[in-house]
């Protein structure tokens, strides 16, 4: 017992100097030091949107009119080659006599009227024409006349199968009557110029009735020659 009290007086003993001789020798490590400052983390770096649209190179609107293989240039500048087109109907192979024909021509008109061949509507017509052939059970015609150009003096002679029923017809701005009866079978109704007129060719315009007062046809002849005729031919049934 007493040894076991000496041994534990001994460790205490021991304990407590090695405590106090710990305590003694023990130095504190000092922190390190550190010459340069700590670099900062630099916060993020937020986008303008405006910003990037200004990035973003323009883009230029081609033009048509300056770019060749979208348009032509015009050959029409100063400088450069004229234009070919022309509104002239001559040719390289033309007559060049022909640009003379058209004064040629209104000089030969301007002769016939001052000749009074002419009235200013055409050339004076030199032939017998036809009115037309018809069918009716008619017993006569009536036939109208007028002139219906200028009022110049022109005289008609009308006649049916070559029997004159009204030997001069003047022809006025007004329609005049003239009554034909109408043989069985056929019947050919003449209508002669008897002149020109003092302004050119006989004009008239004709209004064929039956006896009914129905329009058989209506018609004119322009410019025609004195001693010729315009006629009708009728079938009676």
Known sequence: MKHILIFILFFTAVSVSAQTE?????????????SAKPKKIPAPETKDPQAEL???????????FENTTITQKSKFQIGEEK???????????????????AKMEKDLDKALKDAGLK???????????????????????IVKFRDF????GDL???SSNEVVVRDRLLLDSNFQQVKINLNPGF????FEALNIGTLGGNTAEIQV????????????????AAGFKASIVVTKE
């Open 156 to 158: 008609v002679r009308v």
């Open 119 to 141: 009235e200013g509507r055409g050339v004076l017509v030199k032939k017998n024409i036809s009115l037309g052939d018809f069918k009716t059970k008619s017993e006569y015609f």
């Open 209 to 224: 009735y039956d006896d009914k007062g129905v329009m058989v046809t209506s018609d004119y002849w322009d410019n025609l």
């Open 187 to 190: 019947n050919k109704l003449d």
């Open 83 to 101: 234009s070919k087109f022309t509104m002239s109907t001559e040719t390289d192979f033309a007559n060049p006599g022909d640009r003379y024909v």
């Open 54 to 64: 200004n990035d973003i190179p323009n883009i230029k609107t081609p033009n048509v």
């Open 149 to 152: 150009g200028a009022i110049d």
């Open 22 to 34: 710990f305590g003694t020798k023990f130095k504190p490590i000092p922190a390190p030091k550190f």
